[in-house]
C-alpha cells in the first residue's frame, strides 16, 4: 500500500465539474492499493499519516503533525501509484490491487484516520470514479509513505487505533431507508458472495431490504437502526424491541462494512443489543446464522452464543435460508 502526502494549504475533489468535497490547511492523501496488501497496512499508514511530524513549528523545523496544527485530509483513491514504466512507453498497472479488495483497504485506511483525528476532519474523493482534484501545495512538500507488510514481514508495533464511537440511528424516513438499501447493496456480495448464488442475494436484498418490508416489520416491532462509526454510515442493525413468549430477543441482522470487519465494531453493537435485551428483561438472545458463514460464526461464539439447532426454511424464488440458530443466555 502507497500513500502520497502532499501538505496543502488548500484542496478540493470535483466530479462531472460539481465539488463534491474540499478542505484547508492539512494533506491531500494519493492511496493506492496493490496485490498482497493487507488490513495491517491500511492500520499502520493510516496511524503514520495522522503521526507524521512534517508541519513548521516556532522556529521553522518540521516539528508537528496534522493533529498538532488542527488539519484536515482529503483522502483519494488512485490505482495509478502503481503504474509500472520500466518497459515501454505504455504504463503497465498488473501491480495495482484487485479493485474491490483496494476499495476495502482504502475505506480502511479512510476509517482509521476518522478515529485518529476526528470524523468532521476527514473528506474523501469517490473510489473508482473520474476526479478533478485542485490543491495548493505548501512548500512544496510531499512525502511518499510505503507499506512493508505485502512484501516482509513487519516489525513494527501494531498501532494503537481508537475503537470507533458508535451510535445507533433509527431508521424512521425514506432516506434512511435507502441508505439502509445501499450498505446492504455494498455488503451482502462481499458476506455472501462465496456462499449464496448471486441470483440469490439479489432475490434476498430485493424483498428484505424493500421499503414496505422495512415499514411493516418496524410496525410490528422490529427495530431498525443505521450504524454510525465516528458520525460515518458504517452498517446496520435490527432486532426485536420485546421479548417473545419464551422470553427471547431475537436479533435479526448485524452488518457492517468490510472495513470494519477487523476492527472490532461487529463486537461492539452486539455488545450494545445484548445490553439492551437485558434492560427489557429478556432471558436470552437468539439469532440466524447461514450454515456455510463460518466468519460469522465464530464470531457469535466467542461473544458467548451457543449453536442449539438447524433450520432450513423457504423463501421467494425457489430459494432457500439455510441457518443454524444460535443462542445466548442473559
Same mark, same amino acid.
Given at each position: 500500500m502507497k500513500i502520497l502526502l502532499q501538505r496543502v494549504d488548500t484542496a478540493s475533489v470535483s466530479i462531472n465539474g460539481v465539488q463534491t468535497a474540499a478542505?484547508?490547511?492539512?494533506?491531500?492523501?494519493?492511496?493506492?492499493?496493490?496485490?498482497?496488501?493487507?488490513?495491517?497496512?491500511?492500520?499502520?499508514?493510516?496511524?503514520?499519516?495522522?503521526?507524521l511530524r512534517i508541519f513548521e513549528d516556532s522556529e521553522g523545523r518540521m516539528n508537528r503533525s496534522v493533529v498538532d496544527v488542527g488539519g484536515s485530509i482529503l483522502a483519494v483513491s488512485q490505482f495509478t501509484l502503481y503504474a509500472d514504466t520500466r518497459k515501454g512507453n505504455r504504463p503497465s498497472f498488473v501491480q495495482a490491487g484487485d479493485p474491490q479488495k483496494a476499495r476495502v483497504l482504502y475505506e480502511r485506511y479512510v476509517a482509521n484516520l476518522r478515529s485518529l483525528i476526528g470524523a468532521n476532519r476527514v473528506?474523501?474523493?469517490?473510489?473508482?470514479?473520474? %476526479?478533478?482534484?485542485?490543491?495548493?501545495?505548501?512548500?512544496? !512538500?510531499?512525502?511518499?509513505?510505503?507499506?512493508?507488510?505485502?512484501?516482509?514481514?513487519?516489525?513494527?508495533?501494531?498501532?494503537?487505533?481508537?475503537?470507533p464511537r458508535l451510535d445507533f440511528?433509527?431508521?424512521?424516513?425514506?432516506?434512511?431507508?435507502?441508505?439502509?438499501?445501499?450498505?446492504?447493496?455494498?455488503?451482502?456480495?462481499? !458476506?455472501?458472495?462465496?456462499?449464496?448464488?448471486?441470483?440469490?442475494?439479489?432475490? %434476498?436484498?430485493?424483498?428484505m431490504y424493500a421499503p414496505e418490508t422495512i415499514r411493516k416489520e418496524s410496525a410490528a416491532g422490529t427495530a431498525y437502526f443505521l450504524i454510525a462509526a465516528d458520525e460515518t454510515p458504517a452498517g446496520i442493525c435490527s432486532f426485536d424491541l420485546k421479548p417473545d413468549e419464551e422470553g427471547g430477543i431475537e436479533l435479526h441482522k448485524i452488518y457492517t462494512l468490510p472495513q470494519?470487519?477487523?476492527?472490532?465494531?461487529?463486537?461492539?453493537?452486539?455488545? @450494545?443489543?445484548?445490553?439492551?435485551? @437485558?434492560?427489557?428483561?429478556?432471558?436470552?438472545?437468539?439469532? #440466524?446464522?447461514? @450454515?456455510?458463514?463460518? #466468519?460469522?460464526? @465464530?464470531?457469535?461464539?466467542?461473544?458467548?452464543?451457543?449453536?442449539?439447532?438447524?433450520? !432450513?426454511?423457504?423463501?421467494?424464488d425457489g430459494f432457500f435460508m439455510d441457518d443454524f440458530i444460535y443462542r445466548k443466555e442473559l
Amino acid at each position: 500500500m502507497k500513500i502520497l502526502l502532499q501538505r496543502v494549504d488548500t484542496a478540493s475533489v470535483s466530479i462531472n465539474g460539481v465539488q463534491t468535497a474540499a478542505i484547508q490547511s492539512g494533506y491531500l492523501a494519493l492511496v493506492g492499493c496493490r496485490e498482497g496488501d493487507r488490513p495491517e497496512d491500511a492500520d499502520r499508514l493510516a496511524a503514520r499519516t495522522a503521526s507524521l511530524r512534517i508541519f513548521e513549528d516556532s522556529e521553522g523545523r518540521m516539528n508537528r503533525s496534522v493533529v498538532d496544527v488542527g488539519g484536515s485530509i482529503l483522502a483519494v483513491s488512485q490505482f495509478t501509484l502503481y503504474a509500472d514504466t520500466r518497459k515501454g512507453n505504455r504504463p503497465s498497472f498488473v501491480q495495482a490491487g484487485d479493485p474491490q479488495k483496494a476499495r476495502v483497504l482504502y475505506e480502511r485506511y479512510v476509517a482509521n484516520l476518522r478515529s485518529l483525528i476526528g470524523a468532521n476532519r476527514v473528506r474523501t474523493g469517490s473510489f473508482g470514479a473520474d %476526479m478533478s482534484i485542485a490543491l495548493v501545495n505548501n512548500g512544496p !512538500c510531499t512525502i511518499e509513505l510505503v507499506s512493508e507488510v505485502a512484501t516482509t514481514p513487519t516489525q513494527s508495533p501494531k498501532p494503537k487505533i481508537p475503537a470507533p464511537r458508535l451510535d445507533f440511528l433509527p431508521v424512521e424516513s425514506e432516506t434512511d431507508i435507502a441508505l439502509v438499501q445501499s450498505l446492504v447493496a455494498e455488503i451482502w456480495p462481499i !458476506c455472501y458472495g462465496d456462499i449464496l448464488e448471486r441470483k440469490q442475494i439479489d432475490s %434476498m436484498l430485493g424483498w428484505m431490504y424493500a421499503p414496505e418490508t422495512i415499514r411493516k416489520e418496524s410496525a410490528a416491532g422490529t427495530a431498525y437502526f443505521l450504524i454510525a462509526a465516528d458520525e460515518t454510515p458504517a452498517g446496520i442493525c435490527s432486532f426485536d424491541l420485546k421479548p417473545d413468549e419464551e422470553g427471547g430477543i431475537e436479533l435479526h441482522k448485524i452488518y457492517t462494512l468490510p472495513q470494519y470487519w477487523s476492527r472490532g465494531l461487529g463486537s461492539l453493537v452486539l455488545r @450494545k443489543v445484548i445490553s439492551w435485551a @437485558k434492560s427489557t428483561g429478556a432471558s436470552f438472545v437468539y439469532l #440466524r446464522v447461514n @450454515k456455510n458463514n463460518v #466468519r460469522a460464526q @465464530k464470531a457469535y461464539a466467542a461473544a458467548g452464543f451457543l449453536r442449539k439447532k438447524a433450520v !432450513c426454511s423457504p423463501i421467494q424464488d425457489g430459494f432457500f435460508m439455510d441457518d443454524f440458530i444460535y443462542r445466548k443466555e442473559l
